[in-house]
């Protein structure tokens, strides 16, 4: 397996666009997590989702981001518009319940808003 | 909830010292715990877990972790480090029944040569 893969791996955007961070978790995982690192937060779940269905929205920061998973081998997080404050490295990871494996994390995304 | 307290944000270390990386948990309910190992510009790797049975854990490459329920601790050690252990270190935990992993803020590891 070619473990999570996301896609892209740097973005470089403007503050006010549209930006789409895109996900594949490993096949038969059925759980997804979306998470956001930074220096001074460190790393936040954002959101989980299991069987393509959100569990846990609680730490989405606001309105401007969203996240959806239509099947079970893609993901994605959106946020409209961005902000300089947006800039971190996301990273997705999927685990498949009761493994007791722990999460595979894919090599994240790099979002940088200017 | 859950939650993870990582005092050391940073470890300097000399080559072949020992080490250990501190990590307590908080929670009401029985614990999954693990490290997560990070290496600069790469996701997170599963170093080890604890889930059950024996309370000291090890990794292939010479880590170990000792699960302390008393204490609500599951500290990192490693005899002898090498250079190539340089990384950041986040301790997570998980309670049964939830998938949901909650990191701490994660322990910088440098090696001294």
């Known amino acids: 397996d070619a473990g999570v893969i996301q896609s892209p791996r740097h973005e470089v955007t403007e503050m006010g666009q549209e930006v789409t961070l895109r996900c594949k978790p490993i096949?038969?995982?059925?759980?997804l997590f979306w998470y956001r690192q930074t220096m001074m937060r460190g790393l936040e779940l954002l959101i989980y989702?299991?069987?393509?269905?959100?569990?846990?929205d609680s730490g989405m920061p606001e309105d401007r981001f969203s996240a959806k998973m239509p099947n079970a081998s893609f993901s994605t997080l959106k946020i409209q518009p961005s902000e300089p404050r947006d800039s971190a490295v996301y990273f997705c990871?999927?685990?498949?319940?009761?493994?007791?494996?722990?999460?595979?994390f894919g090599s994240g995304t790099r979002l940088t808003v200017v | 909830a859950q939650s993870v307290t990582q005092l050391d944000s940073q470890v300097p270390v000399f080559e072949e010292a020992p080490v250990e990386l501190r990590c307590n948990y908080s929670s009401s309910v029985s614990v999954y715990l693990f490290w997560y190992v990070q290496y600069p510009n790469q996701g997170l790797q599963l170093l080890l877990k604890y889930l059950s049975g024996s309370t000291l854990v090890e990794s292939i490459n010479g880590f170990e972790a000792e699960f302390n329920k008393s204490q609500t601790s599951f500290h990192l050690r490693k005899p002898s480090v090498h250079i190539s252990d340089t990384a950041e270190y986040f301790c997570?935990?998980?309670?049964?029944?939830?998938?949901?992993?909650?990191f701490g803020t994660g322990t910088r590891l440098t090696i001294i040569p």
């Open positions: 096949s038969g995982h059925d759980y």
């Open positions: 989702f299991n069987n393509n269905v959100p569990i846990d």
């Open positions: 997570a935990v998980r309670n049964f029944g939830n998938e949901k992993l909650t």
């Open positions: 990871a999927s685990n498949e319940q009761g493994s007791g494996y722990g999460y595979t």
